[in-house]
């Protein structure tokens, strides 16, 4: 299904999505973005310009999300397979390859903050697939191929997933204040042909802060939708997912270190607390805004990242998350307010048999924000509860 406002950047169908053990990030300033006198001065205007309008905007850290590294799965097949160079925006998760790296142990902390990301390095992976933001296709970079390494059978889980790292996100740092200077500025058009013709990639001059959603799943197979207040600063009136970004200054401070966001450097995070989180985040969203309680949240399972056009491409990891509460019981949590029930004004139900049909043509389609249409396409084709095409 094409949708001009979202794409796909990568799925992890093969696996029906991947759990926090099958995830590691690789921190570097190096995936930072680009910049120059001339860019720092105009984000400082469309700042200026933005606080003078909305007081009650603050800048804050975030993660820049550089590129990625995904394992083959054609490789438990084929283990002496070299990965081939590949285009990130893809239909089949058996064109999506990367390489597998050495296992995290889960952080099981988290707290949260506001703003976008910036970008990370993987330092030992040598295919990586660079986010384009000027089209929804991306850029794939590497110096040379290497043999895959296959899990063993004690890597795998009780469900059939494979527990050792699958996927690689390179991340760096970023900031809101740069996030609406750059993705949201007037000249992002510009930003995009500069990064083409000065680094071979669209996307280094902007902020290209990650995201986190989640598609929540009920007890009784309902799949949770909130309408978007029309006081947040994007896609207002809109139904969307539960959802935010995962903050370095989380990170920090349960790494002991008390910084402002200002003074955040990645030198200052370790990789295993990223990945928690990353994974944390999205049950800490919908804990805000629906009012669930964590406890009745299982596991989340990333089924992959998709990119908002309509903010030149931001990338958002997208999660599914079951509940152990009907939707009955959300609905009474949901009016009695959450930490952030500003930002919804009414709580949908669709049945998840209805969500997986979604398509253009229905008229639910149009009310869906891009977040969350990335979502439901990332759900449609992961299907991480369970139900998979035959033919797959």
């Known amino acids: 299904m094409m949708d001009s406002e979202v794409s796909v950047l990568l799925h992890c169908a093969a696996w029906r999505g991947l759990l926090e053990s099958q995830v590691q990030v690789e921190l570097s300033e190096r995936f930072n973005r680009q910049t120059d006198p001339t860019l720092e001065r105009q984000i400082e205007e469309v700042w200026t310009e933005r606080v003078s309008k909305e007081p009650w905007l603050f800048n804050g850290s975030k993660f820049r999300l550089h590129s990625f590294c995904l394992a083959s799965p054609t490789w438990a097949s084929s283990p002496s397979v070299s990965p081939r160079r590949h285009n990130p925006i893809l239909d089949h998760a058996e064109d999506q390859e990367g390489e597998l790296h050495s296992r995290l142990v889960r952080d099981t902390t988290r707290s949260k903050t506001n703003g976008p990301v910036n970008q990370t390095e993987h330092k030992d992976s040598v295919i990586g697939s660079t986010l384009s933001q000027a089209s929804s296709t991306c850029d794939c970079r590497g110096s ?38 750059t993705n949201w500025s007037c000249r992002v058009a510009e930003l995009h042909g500069r990064g083409e013709v000065e680094f071979s990639d669209s996307a280094a001059l902007l902020a290209q802060p990650l995201g986190v959603g989640g598609v929540l799943c009920t007890d009784d197979g309902q799949v949770v939708l ?147 249409k990335g979502a439901v396409l990332l759900y449609q084709t992961v299907k991480p509860d369970g139900e998979r095409d035959p033919s797959r």
């Open 226 to 372: 909130i309408r978007r207040s029309q006081r947040v600063a994007e896609a207002g009136g809109l139904l969307d997912i539960p959802g935010g970004h995962p903050e370095p200054k989380v990170v920090c401070e349960r790494l002991g270190q008390a910084v402002s966001d200002e003074q955040i450097r990645v030198s200052m995070m370790q990789q295993r607390a990223v990945v928690s989180e990353l994974f944390l985040s999205v049950c800490a969203e919908i804990r805000d805004e629906v009012n669930i309680p964590l406890s009745s949240l299982g596991a989340p399972v990333l089924m992959g990242v998709a990119l908002n056009h309509t903010s030149a491409g931001r990338p958002s990891a997208e999660f599914y998350v079951s509940c152990s509460l009907t939707s009955d019981e959300i609905r009474k949590l949901y009016w009695k307010g959450g930490a952030e029930a500003s930002e919804s004004t009414d709580i949908v139900f669709l049945n998840r048999t209805e969500v997986l049909q979604l398509d253009s043509s229905s008229p639910l389609w149009s009310e869906l924000c891009p977040s969350a």
């Open 144 to 181: 040379q191929d290497i043999t895959a390494e296959l899990p063993s059978r004690s890597d795998r889980n009780t469900d059939g997933r494979e527990s050792g790292p699958l996927l690689t996100l390179r991340l760096g740092l970023t900031c809101y204040k740069d996030y609406l200077g």
